[in-house]
């Protein structure tokens, strides 16, 4: 596939900065007692209460010695948790 011409490139790098400033309304903002809070503010400590919820299953279920590097294992479960809240109330 041959290259693009310099034209379309220097058309697409304007076109995609002129459209840039609409972009920044976009997140979602909550009002708690008068201070504003992004959502995914709030996404992360719904994720944090569900990790932990889930910690407590695990170790409770006496399963937390067969997990492998925990660190790594319970930052991929926060992370889980906190995308699947954005996606669970924000996807439109």
Do not use: K, N, Q
């Amino acid at each position: 596939m041959p290259p693009a011409p310099r034209s379309s490139l220097r058309h697409l790098a304007v076109t995609a900065l002129a459209f840039t400033p609409l972009l920044t309304g976009c997140d979602p903002i909550f009002s708690i007692d008068g201070a504003f809070f992004p959502a995914w503010l709030l996404c992360m400590l719904g994720g944090g209460f569900m990790l932990g919820g889930i910690r407590w299953t695990v170790y409770r279920l006496g399963l937390e010695p067969f997990i492998g590097p925990r660190v790594l294992v319970y930052f991929c479960v926060y992370l889980t948790c906190t995308l699947g809240l954005w996606l669970g109330f924000y996807h439109r």
